[in-house]
């Protein structure tokens, strides 16, 4: 039978906005899928292991993925293709990436998952270190950085001096010098900024980070990649400038908009994408009553109408589901298990006009599972 010891039940409490926590999640190992007991091994368990095994599952239901959906794939494409061409010599600026969607569509897990990526490829095709005249430096392929809604120009320095360690004492301009030097020893290649769409365009604060983004990348040998909500509606792209004006903007011509679009079953396509992805979240479900089809097949629909095809209601649907389902004793999935299950109220709010939709459409014909079902 399987020892408590081998039941992972602690969540990883990583900060990507420091260098070690950056480390810690770009280089973990992936997590230990619990395994899966029958009813009379569970029965069997003491107590205290069964606490543990089930909050074991409870991380691993929290923590699924990361799925590589159509979206996803395309996103990692792009970025890839923007990152690999970029190595101009250091008086070029290279050009940015910008992942501009609505809420809820996994825009921050695809940056991080690339920037993950991307951090292990260079560290394996370079080396952990950077040796030059001057000395050896630690290779920091990938710089994370989360704005505020009051993020100023010194703090914004503040945050990249405190991602590598550096003292944060200083004017804005001595502490981007102290980052830039810096970026450029430990041969930084991708720096990643979230939640962008915190820069009020119309504040003079926002204007001033808005184009330190443009000093930036003249003196970083790095491409930004940028992550935010209606980033061109909010005049990001534009700097502001409305009209004939919007013409001089150098943002709009240096940045690269990528979108991560919601899923939609009105189409083969769009419901064969559906299904791919409730199909990779059955296999790994971890529940002793869980049955082939159970998701992919039975709650398809129902997940849709819940979820309005938005990755992150999704999923909380789906990891709130299992642990009410292993509290219970239920050990699956159902809707009448799943309608007592609240998640975000944006998804909440739009399930009765989700639900008219499709009741009003065509009816969702879902391939034949064959032999892509769950065990």
């Known amino acids: 039978m399987t020892g408590a010891g081998q039941f992972t039940v602690e969540e990883r409490d990583w900060n990507p906005s420091v260098r070690s926590g950056w480390f810690a999640m770009a280089e973990a190992p992936p997590r230990a899928r619990p395994p899966l007991l029958a009813a009379g091994e569970m029965a069997a368990l003491p107590a205290a292991e069964r606490r543990r095994y089930d909050q074991a599952r409870a991380v691993w239901h929290a923590n699924l993925g990361p799925i590589r959906t159509p979206q996803v794939g395309a996103v990692f494409e792009s970025l890839e293709e923007i990152c690999g061409s970029n190595r101009q010599d250091g008086d070029k600026a290279r050009p940015a990436a910008v992942l501009d969607a609505l809420p809820g569509l996994g825009k921050t897990t695809a940056a991080l998952a690339f920037g993950r990526w991307f951090h292990r490829e260079q560290i394996e095709m370079h080396g952990p270190q950077v040796s030059d005249c001057g000395g050896t430096w630690q290779r920091i392929p990938v710089a994370y950085l989360g704005l505020t809604s009051h993020t100023t120009m010194r703090s914004l320095n503040a945050m990249l001096c405190r991602f590598y360690g550096l003292p944060e004492r200083g004017n804005a301009d001595l502490l981007a010098h102290r980052a830039a030097e810096c970026v450029v020893n430990c041969k930084t290649r991708l720096v990643i900024v979230d939640d962008v769409h915190f820069l009020d365009i119309s504040r003079r604060d926002g204007r001033e980070v808005a184009n330190h983004f443009k000093w930036l990348a003249n003196v970083f040998p790095v491409t930004f990649l940028f992550a935010g909500v209606g980033l061109r509606a909010r005049g990001l792209l534009d700097e502001g400038l409305t009209g004939a004006d919007a013409a001089f903007s150098q943002?709009?011509?240096?940045?690269?908009?990528?979108?991560?679009?919601?899923?939609?079953?009105?189409?083969?396509?769009?419901?064969?994408?559906?299904?791919?992805?409730?199909?990779?979240?059955?296999?790994?479900?971890?529940?002793?009553?869980?049955?082939?089809?159970?998701?992919?097949?039975?709650?398809?629909?129902?997940?849709?109408?819940?979820?309005?095809?938005?990755?992150?209601?999704?999923?909380?649907?789906?990891?709130?589901?299992?642990?009410?389902?292993?509290?219970?004793?239920?050990?699956?999935?159902?809707?009448?298990?799943?309608?007592?299950?609240?998640?975000?109220?944006?998804?909440?709010?739009?399930?009765?006009?989700?639900?008219?939709?499709?009741?009003?459409g065509p009816p969702l014909r879902l391939p034949p599972a064959g032999r892509e079902g769950a065990a």
């Open 251 to 360: 943002t709009a011509r240096r940045w690269n908009v990528l979108s991560v679009e919601p899923f939609e079953i009105r189409t083969t396509a769009g419901q064969r994408t559906w299904r791919q992805l409730l199909l990779g979240i059955e296999r790994a479900l971890v529940l002793t009553g869980a049955w082939r089809g159970m998701i992919a097949r039975d709650l398809a629909e129902y997940l849709f109408t819940r979820s309005s095809g938005h990755f992150a209601s999704l999923m909380s649907l789906v990891s709130r589901g299992c642990y009410r389902a292993i509290r219970t004793g239920a050990e699956s999935l159902t809707a009448g298990l799943l309608d007592e299950v609240r998640i975000d109220q944006a998804a909440e709010d739009a399930r009765s006009q989700v639900q008219a939709a499709i009741q009003a």
